[in-house]
């Protein structure tokens, strides 16, 4: 294999699984030594015995990013540990469905506090650091990869408040993009639709018969699906940038 990203480092948070558990693989096969960020210990330890098991190079880094002190301190622990910071993937997030009237208040708050200023935190964090990779790092480059969603391009009746903060995402992202564009830090969003993971699960039973009968028997997108779109976007040649990507099941209305 092409080890793309030999001597780098990468952060990625939400790791304990998922998208975010399958992304830290790619970059590890990449060559890109890999923090793993996220709540449960216990599964970022399986995952970077994973990791350093096949040859790589793995930190845990067990954090709550809705706090910006937990956040730039996740950063910190990176580079000290990785000795620099070259790819960030703000992927944690969380999503909770159903009707806007009499929702519960603090499920929007936790939205808000996880898909929006957790990615928020950690990137004012990291910006610093990835400004430094790409003036002086093998690759000349850094990146930002954002995990939007495509409820961040649509807005869908009972995901109001999830659509809301995933445009967010993609709003932050493009304005970003366009302030770090000269210094060669890139930064992309990738919208992806369902994709088979953990995320529905957070839903009562009710809301997640509701998306399974408005998915139908469709074949989903699986986590490496997604993981595959990060390594595409962050292996381009430094002259490529790949600002957006949607990724829907070939299925999927």
């Known amino acids: 294999m092409n080890r793309r990203l030999e001597g780098t480092a990468a952060l990625v948070t939400g790791a304990s699984s998922g998208i975010g558990h399958a992304t830290a693989l790619e970059l590890a096969r990449e060559g890109a030594s890999v923090a793993l960020?996220?709540?449960r210990e216990?599964?970022?330890t399986d995952l970077a015995a994973e990791i350093t098991g096949a040859g790589g190079r793995a930190l845990v880094v067990p954090a709550d990013i809705t706090t910006a002190q937990a956040a730039a301190e996740a950063v910190e622990r990176t580079v000290n540990g990785l000795g620099r910071l070259d790819t960030l993937v703000n992927n944690a997030g969380l999503m909770l469905l159903g009707p806007a009237p009499g929702a519960d208040l603090n499920d929007w708050?936790?939205?808000?506090d996880i898909n929006l200023m957790g990615l928020l935190?950690?990137?004012?964090?990291?910006?610093?650091?990835?400004?430094k990779a790409a003036a002086d790092g093998p690759?000349?480059?850094a990146d930002i990869v954002n995990i939007g969603s495509l409820a961040g391009r649509n807005a869908y009746a009972m995901s109001?408040?999830?659509?809301?903060?995933?445009?967010?995402?993609t709003g932050f992202s493009e304005a970003l993009r366009q302030e770090l564009a000269k210094q060669h830090v890139r930064v992309s969003v990738i919208e992806p639709g369902s994709v088979d993971t953990e995320l529905r699960t957070h839903n009562p039973d009710i809301i997640q018969q509701h998306i399974v009968a408005a998915l139908g028997d469709i074949e989903r997108l699986q986590s490496q699906d997604i993981a595959d779109t990060v390594g595409?976007?962050?292996?381009?040649?430094?002259?490529?940038a790949v600002a957006e990507l949607l990724v829907r099941p070939t299925e999927q209305a």
Do not use: C, E, N, W
């Open 37 to 39: 960020v996220g709540r």
């Open 139 to 141: 690759r000349q480059v």
């Open 121 to 131: 935190h950690t990137t004012h964090a990291a910006v610093p650091h990835l400004v």
């Open 42 to 44: 216990d599964r970022l």
């Open 160 to 169: 109001a408040v999830y659509s809301a903060t995933k445009f967010g995402v």
């Open 109 to 112: 708050q936790r939205m808000v």
């Open 232 to 240: 595409y976007i962050v292996t381009r040649p430094r002259h490529v």
